[in-house]
């Protein structure tokens, strides 16, 4: 088969730098990609990890699970990335800085890119063309970055999407595992559209958004849940052999999801946990002033399902505060 302009043959396993464009000076900018072509054909799989550069966890289990996994257990191929904007990564920022890419720098808001386009519309493209296009699904690792922590999976869809691949998407949640809560439904909100998940789903690619970790750190935990909801699905889709972990924890799926907001800003002192079951009014975190004066009280919308908490605890108006997962 033909890989990223390489030909690969059953029982490959390899790794490899891919130019996507280039700096001034003329040295490259290029990805580290890893593919293992396993000796019985099946599905291809893509993993991505770091769309967004301050989130380091994805990177991680892409290297772990590629690292584990060998040709002569596998059916099919996985493709993996683990730094897939390494612009925003080597400056430790969620998108690349204005002075590299001018503007459209969220990767993950420029899909399917653009070979004549701007800097990341071309990075896009290129892992797009050679990575997307083709391959059967994909598993987009985010996480909360550095102001956040998160634990769930991102499913949300268009309804074209959903009607294409949302029973793809939700068995691969199922997959998944774990108890890992779903963040489902479908979204109306057009700044999203350039979302890789948007636009993979709109050619029929199911592709699913693992959110696991932030604060910008390494953490074994969601590594280890990262890595497993991977092999899950892998087994799930018998790719590999073996016995799912955690397929008999219930996972709750929110249609819908919100994110509570502050009229001041101040600092935040989270009062809930990831994963917490709230009540439509209870206390998520308060907003105290710098001399520990109380300045508004966040409180849930409804029933719900903790997605994502403050990690970092300064807020400014108006910024997102804690995710709270519909439970209906
Ligand atoms: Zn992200």
């Not at 890893?34 to 966890?57: A, M, R, S, W």
């Not at 653009?114 to 990341?120: A, C, I, Q, R, S």
């Not at 059967?136 to 691949?165: C, K, N, P, S």
């Amino acid at each position: 088969m033909e890989l990223f302009g390489k030909t690969l043959g059953r029982g490959d396993k390899t790794s490899f730098r891919f130019g996507v464009a280039s700096f001034p000076d003329g040295s490259p900018i290029s990805l580290e990609v890893k593919i293992i072509v396993g000796v019985n054909e099946g599905p291809t799989v893509t993993l991505l990890g770091v769309q967004h550069g301050d989130e380091y966890n994805g990177m991680e289990v892409v290297n772990r699970l590629m690292g584990s996994l060998k040709p002569g257990d596998l059916t099919g191929t996985v493709i993996g990335i683990p730094v897939s904007n390494p612009l925003a990564f080597n400056t430790g920022m969620r998108v690349t800085p204005p002075s590299v890419g001018y503007e459209n720098l969220n990767l993950n808001r420029v899909w399917p890119g653009n070979p004549k386009g701007l800097l990341m519309e071309r990075i896009a493209a290129s892992i797009w063309e050679n990575a997307i296009v083709g391959t059967d699904y994909v598993i987009d690792l985010h996480e909360g970055g550095r102001a956040f922590m998160a634990r769930y999976i991102h499913a949300r869809g268009t309804q074209e999407t959903d009607r294409l691949v949302g029973d793809e998407i939700r068995r691969l949640c199922r997959f998944f595992g774990q108890g890992i809560p779903i963040l489902g439904g479908v979204r109306t909100r057009s700044h999203m559209m350039g979302s890789l998940s948007i636009q993979a789903g709109l050619r029929g690619i199911p592709c699913i958004g693992p959110e696991l970790g932030g604060g910008s750190r390494i953490w074994p935990e969601f590594v280890e849940t990262g890595v497993q909801g991977v092999r899950n699905i892998m087994i799930g889709l018998d790719m590999i052999q073996g016995e799912p972990v955690g397929s008999e924890m219930e996972q709750i799926t929110a249609p819908e999801s919100s994110w509570p907001k502050t009229d001041m800003g101040g600092v935040m002192y989270n009062r809930c946990e990831l994963g917490d079951i709230v009540e439509e009014g209870e206390l998520l975190g308060v907003l105290k002033d710098t001399t520990g004066s109380l300045l508004e009280e966040v409180k849930a919308p409804y029933r719900s399902v903790i997605l994502d908490t403050r990690y970092i605890p300064t807020v400014y108006p108006g910024d997102w505060t804690f995710h709270c997962g519909k439970i209906v």
